[in-house]
């Protein structure tokens, strides 16, 4: 008879802690939102600017110039100086494939929901198939450069017995090493991946500018994006700093800066070719004329 108020009451404060958990949880989605369409737009406003984007590339340039001057003063033993540490094997070795996983998600939804247009869309997704041709085909010519300037060594204990052996197969199936000119593989695909991937999210900018509809997926989209890019510049750094040889690096990176100023430059302002990031997405003002 006497524990009916007893239950009542437990019965309340559990739904006061209910309704305290229900209103916690709508505080941090807003939260999360409120942040998530900040973050996005200043984003969006510092990739989309011209000026900045300018200083960026002087500032890859900077990187790999300068940045092996950082080895005289950081710790060799940092997990970053290996060459088995978990980004250099989970995200270098196979950064083209983020790249292509981020940026082609974003591209996808940015140009269908600009245009509506499934022909619109695959042509702009096509820079993505161009950019893995431009790597397997650089990848190919660094192998064939290492092949020509290359030479096939024995490692002894007095040091290394040159070999007369023609090519690196052979050499290799030896049992030697075989050693030549390097061109920095990582260095050419991380610069590549870094130019090409501020060039397709500076769109967002217009994007936005134009009402375009832009929902949290796709704002989360973007900041992912943004937040590999800044990866892609750390791990650029941590390269030039701890791995290859200074020449290496150099014209590793400079083979990608020339092959984004051929597509991205140049190509693709051309209209027989996938077409530059945001063409034919937005809609141009109509001048107006004057009648007298």
Known sequence: MERGPVVGAGLGAGARIQALLGCLVRVLLWVASALLYFGSEQAARLLGSPCLRRLYHAWLAAVVIFGPLLQFHVNPRTIFASHGNFFNIKFVNSAWGWTCTFLGGF?????????????????????????????????????????????????????????????????????????????????????????????????????????????????LVFLLNVLLLGLWNFLLLCTVIYFHQYTHKVVGAAVGTFAWHLTYGSWYHQPWSPGSPGHGLFPRPHSSHKHN
């Open 107 to 219: 591209v996808l939804l940015v140009v269908f929901l600009a245009t509506r247009r499934v022909a619109v869309t695959a042509r702009h997704l096509s820079r993505l198939v161009v950019g893995a041709a431009v790597w397997r085909g650089a990848g190919r010519a660094f192998l064939l450069i290492e092949d020509l300037t290359g030479s096939c060594f024995e490692p002894l204990p007095q040091g290394l017995l040159l070999h007369e052996l023609p090519d690196r197969r052979s050499c290799l199936a030896a049992g030697h090493q075989w050693r030549g000119y390097t061109v920095s593989s990582h260095t050419f695909l991380l610069t590549f991946c870094c130019l090409l991937m501020a060039e397709e999210a500076a769109v967002f900018a217009k994007y936005l500018a134009h009402g375009l509809p832009a929902g949290a997926p796709l704002r």
